[in-house]
């Protein structure tokens, strides 16, 4: 069953990769990049000279024969080549991904543990000192924003205590105590606003669980609270966390860049703002839909948890 549905949902999915690829597309062409002018950067091309290179780069062509092409390539794993390292894209994308999604998946795991060790606590001590201090920090950390987490960090835990490393990336093949030092930082910066949030719904679902009948009579039968809480109240709770944790992965991946720009991680982040500034448009264009592909590709997933923790919907999907 579940199979048929991840398959019916995996149909879904091509005209909104479609769709992301023709916006992306688009909004490119109205960047003011020119790749001609990029790929003769420091030399002084004639017109003539830039007009071939357009030409034979299909850059004059009709916007539709272009879209099509992209596509085409896209198919066959082609994001284009850099204007400016002549390298392709899809190499640098390779080289720089893993290490964005080192930072996006233990910002993640971060966040869902300190959401749910919270927020199951506040619901628990409800309108308690536990609750109300978990409250307080949450409601800070939904309204501090990661790059001026990242800067604090940085300041008082790097600088003056001399704890972490400022900047810099060390390969876990290589010493996974260097990596986990320069990377600690990062992932709590990008990760403490969402566990924030997260913590805030995970409280406000399991109170609400803990209000049900069932619950009152599954403690009263003689059940630990824990085993009931454990068992069947997070269960039931984890549908309105799973819907937002969705919607944050895209913050996540979009604040992995700018967190990686802040501590110098050779990440996508620096991949594509360095493109940025040297106006490659190509590389830029790969790194967005590279992003966007990753934050269709975990919801995708998602939608498959949702399907796991509540029996319910799988009947109604079929």
């Known amino acids: 069953m579940i199979v048929r549905i991840l398959v019916r949902r995996l149909v879904l999915l091509v005209p909104l990769m479609l769709g992301i690829v ?3 597309f688009v909004v490119m062409r109205f960047s003011d990049s020119d790749p001609a002018s990029a790929y003769f950067q420091g030399a002084n091309p004639t017109e003539q000279q830039l007009h071939d290179f357009r030409e034979r780069n ?13 596509v085409g390539d896209l198919l066959r794993g082609d994001l284009g080549v850099s204007a400016l390292t ?4 899809v190499d640098q994308v390779t080289t720089a991904l893993p290490l964005t999604m080192q930072l996006t998946f233990l910002g993640l795991g971060i966040a869902l543990v300190l959401a749910l060790v919270g927020g199951v606590t506040a619901a628990i001590h409800r309108d308690r000192l536990p ?13 501090a924003p990661g790059f001026w987490l990242a800067l604090l960090m940085i300041q008082y835990l790097a600088v003056d205590l001399g704890w972490f490393p400022t900047s810099g990336y060390v390969n876990p093949a290589d010493s996974f ?3 986990l030092r320069t990377m600690t930082l990062p992932a709590l910066a990008l990760s403490l606003p969402v566990a924030a949030q997260l913590t805030r719904i995970v409280r406000t679902a399991v109170v609400e669980e803990l209000d049900k009948d069932y619950v009152r009579t599954a403690i009263g039968s003689g059940l630990p609270p824990v085993v009931v809480v454990g068992r069947n109240v997070l269960r039931n709770a984890l549908m309105n966390p799973l819907t937002v944790l969705g919607l944050r992965v895209g ?11 802040i501590f ?24 967005v839909l590279t992003i966007a592909f990753g934050f269709v590709v975990v919801n995708l997933v998602i939608d498959v948890l949702y399907l796991l923790v509540n029996p319910r919907l799988r009947s109604a999907e079929t």
């Open 22 to 24: 023709l916006f992306v």
């Open 58 to 70: 299909g850059l004059l062509d009709p916007f539709p024969v272009r879209y099509f092409a992209f």
């Open 86 to 89: 002549r390298a392709p894209v």
């Open 131 to 143: 609750d109300q201090l978990i409250r307080v920090v949450s409601l800070t950390g939904v309204a």
């Open 177 to 179: 105590t260097g990596w």
């Open 251 to 261: 913050y996540l991946l979009g604040g992995a860049v700018v967190i990686e720009t």
């Open 264 to 287: 110098n991680l050779p990440g996508m982040g620096k991949l594509m703002i360095d493109a940025v500034k040297n106006g490659d448009p190509a590389v830029v264009q790969g790194g």
